[in-house]
């Protein structure tokens, strides 16, 4: 029996929103987040008007978060948000997606926060990561940047934590922006030696956003 074709379509729409839930749902479990726990904070809006919710932000997604009845929610309609506080941190939209607002001093340092899990393969009975499926006991834990996650009893997903932070600052007026030792370098021709030399005392790892707050407070001080 062949069935209309209006009928087709409407059975292709649903698979398609129940593949793209799934999707979704995917992502955000996976999704890093960068406090442990949704914490009281304030949201201020360009027109003075103040809210207060519990926040967090997804730094895989680059995404703020808040909660309302228990549920998750993504705050929209960022171009009517002057600036976000999740406990004592401050963080103010750019473009689409927040930074983190550091204060150095007389200057601002902003982080574009980026963190994806990775997936390297599966625990194994004795602690060991293969790319199968092996039977183990259900663990979640955190250490450094290792997250495991157990899906189910008897799988144990081992990701990675790859961060890919951005880091922005303003020099007379004007907004600069850089990622690793390279592109820093290029926006002080000057002081090339002198970033060089830092970097390498102080080992300045540029995906841990402490290690960059710490080269710059010496950045900051060049004339």
């Not at 209006?6 to 999707?23: D, E, G, N, P, T």
């Not at 808040?66 to 549920?71: A, E, L, P």
């Not at 393969?121 to 006991?137: F, M, T």
Request: with cysteine; aromatic share 12%; charged share 20%.
């Amino acid at each position: 029996m062949n069935l209309p074709s209006f009928f087709l379509s409407s059975i292709m729409k649903k698979i398609l929103l129940f593949l793209a839930m799934l999707a979704s749902y995917n992502v955000y479990s996976q999704a890093v987040m960068l406090f442990p726990e949704y914490e009281q904070g304030t949201v201020l809006l360009r027109n003075n008007q103040r809210v207060n919710a519990k926040l967090n932000y997804d730094a895989t997604n680059k995404q703020m978060m808040y909660q309302d009845n228990g549920k998750n929610m993504i705050l929209t309609n960022i171009e009517s948000v002057a600036n976000v506080r999740i406990g004592t941190r401050q963080f103010q939209p750019l473009k689409e997606s927040f930074c983190e607002v550091v204060s150095i001093g007389n200057k601002v340092l902003l982080i574009d926060w980026w963190i994806e899990n990775i997936h390297v393969g599966y625990k194994g009975a004795y602690g060991q990561v293969s790319q199968v499926r092996s039977h183990s006991v259900q663990l979640y834990s955190i250490s450094g940047h290792s997250h495991e996650v157990a899906n189910t009893v008897s799988d144990m997903d081992v990701y990675k934590q790859k961060n890919r932070n951005v880091y922005y600052f303003y020099e007379k007026n004007k907004q600069r922006k850089f990622k690793d030792k390279k592109s820093l370098l290029k926006l002080f021709p000057k002081h090339q030696e002198q970033i060089q030399q830092w970097t390498d005392e102080l080992n300045t790892d540029f995906s841990k956003a402490e290690d960059v707050i710490l080269l710059m407070k010496q950045v900051f001080l060049l004339e």
